[in-house]
C-alpha cells in the first residue's frame, strides 16, 4: 500500500516490515559470526512474519530472489551496514560522548549488546506501537540494557525533538546520532528538517551516522520490481516503490558540509573491501552500488 500522510506501522507491516527484514540478515550476519546480535533472531520471530521466519529456518531458497544471494551474501551485506554503524558509536564513546540517539529504532538492539562506558544515556525514537513490542519482547526474554536506556514513542513527522528533550536530552552534550535506513522513507523535505533538527540539538564534538542514495529510481526501476515480483513469489508483501518517497532531494554530504559537519563517504565496493568481502557482481548489487554510507563530527 502506498505511503499517505500521517500513516502508521507495525513491525509487520509497511516499513515496519522492512526493518523486520533487515533484522532477519542481523540474525544470519550473527549465525556467520560476522556481527555480534543474539537478539535479532527472537525479535524477528516474535514479530512472527511467515517469510522471515522461514528465512531463519532455512526453509526460504533466497537464491530465488538473485541467483547469488546466498544466505551468508544476505549476512555479508548487512554485517557491512551494522558495522559501519557500531563503529560511529563505539568511536564517539571512545572520544567521551556519553549520549547515543538512534532515530527510527526498529528492531535495533544496540541498547542492549554494545558495550557502552559508564555513563551513557541510549534514547532510541521510533512510533509507539514499534517501542512497545520491542521493549517488551526484550523484557521477556530476559534482556537487559547495558547503558541508561530510554524509549521516546514518537512519529519522526511529530515534533520529536521536544519529545527527546522531555525524556533527559541535554542538548549542550556532543550526541552520537544514527538515521540507519531512513532517509528514503521520508519526503525530501523531511529529510533537510531531520538534519537540520539533529544539527539544532547538537553539540561540537557531535557524531552522526546515515546513508546517500543519489537514485533512488533503484527502488522503483524494472530490476528492482522483477526482484519485487520474485520476493512475492515467496510470500513477500513489501512493494519497495510504494515505501520510497521520490523527488528531487539534498544531497547528503553536501547538506551536513554546509551546516558544519565534518563529513566522511565511504562507497559500497569499498565498504566490501575494508570488511573483507568481495563485491558481487549481479543485479542486486548493481541496484546499490551507488550507495554511500555517511559519518559526520559537528566541528562547531
Keep these: 500500500m502506498a505511503r499517505t500522510a500521517g500513516d502508521s506501522w507495525d513491525l509487520a507491516s509497511s516499513v515496519g516490515a522492512t526493518a523486520t527484514m533487515v533484522a532477519a540478515q542481523r540474525a544470519l550476519g550473527h549465525r556467520e559470526k560476522l556481527i555480534d546480535d543474539p537478539y535479532a533472531e527472537p525479535l524477528v520471530r516474535a514479530v512472527g512474519v511467515d517469510l522471515f521466519t522461514r528465512m531463519l529456518d532455512g526453509d526460504l531458497d533466497l537464491t530465488d530472489v538473485e541467483p547469488s544471494f546466498t544466505p551468508r ?51 532510541e525514537v521510533d512510533q509507539p506501537e514499534v517501542i512497545e513490542f520491542k521493549t517488551t519482547t526484550l523484557e521477556g526474554l530476559g534482556a537487559a540494557p547495558t547503558a541508561t536506556h530510554r524509549t521516546v514513542a514518537v512519529d519522526l513527522r511529530d515534533d ?118 568481495d563485491f558481487p557482481d549481479d543485479e542486486m548489487s548493481a541496484m546499490f552500488a551507488d550507495l554511500s554510507y555517511v559519518s559526520a563530527v559537528l566541528t562547531g
Excluded at 551496514?81 to 563505539?90: E, G, Q
Aim: charge should be negative; aromatic fraction near 10%.
Design 73 to 123: 551474501r544476505a549476512a555479508e551485506s548487512m554485517a557491512i551496514r551494522t558495522r559501519f554503524f557500531d563503529k560511529m558509536f563505539l568511536d564517539g564513546a571512545a572520544a567521551g560522548v556519553r549520549q547515543a540517539v538512534i532515530l527510527a529504532a526498529g528492531l535495533d538492539a544496540r541498547g542492549y549488546r554494545l558495550r557502552w562506558p559508564d555513563g551513557t544515556v541510549v534514547y
Design 160 to 277: 520529536w525533538p521536544k519529545a527527546l528533550r522531555d525524556n533527559g536530552f541535554d542538548p549542550t552534550k556532543p550526541t552520537a546520532w544514527s538515521a540507519e535506513g531512513l532517509l528514503i522513507y521520508l519526503p525530501p523535505d523531511a529529510q533537510d528538517k531531520l538534519f537540520d533538527a539533529i544539527t539544532a540539538l547538537s553539540a561540537p564534538g557531535s557524531r552522526l551516522a546515515t546513508e546517500h542514495v543519489p537514485d533512488l529510481e533503484a527502488f522503483t526501476d524494472e530490476r528492482s520490481q522483477r526482484m519485487s515480483q520474485r520476493l512475492k513469489q515467496l510470500g513477500s508483501d513489501i512493494e519497495m516503490a510504494d515505501l520510497v518517497y521520490q523527488g528531487e532531494r539534498s544531497h547528503v554530504v553536501d547538506y551536513l558540509a554546509a551546516r558544519g559537519w565534518d563529513v566522511s563517504v565511504l562507497g559500497m565496493r569499498e565498504a566490501c573491501a575494508v570488511n573483507g568481502f
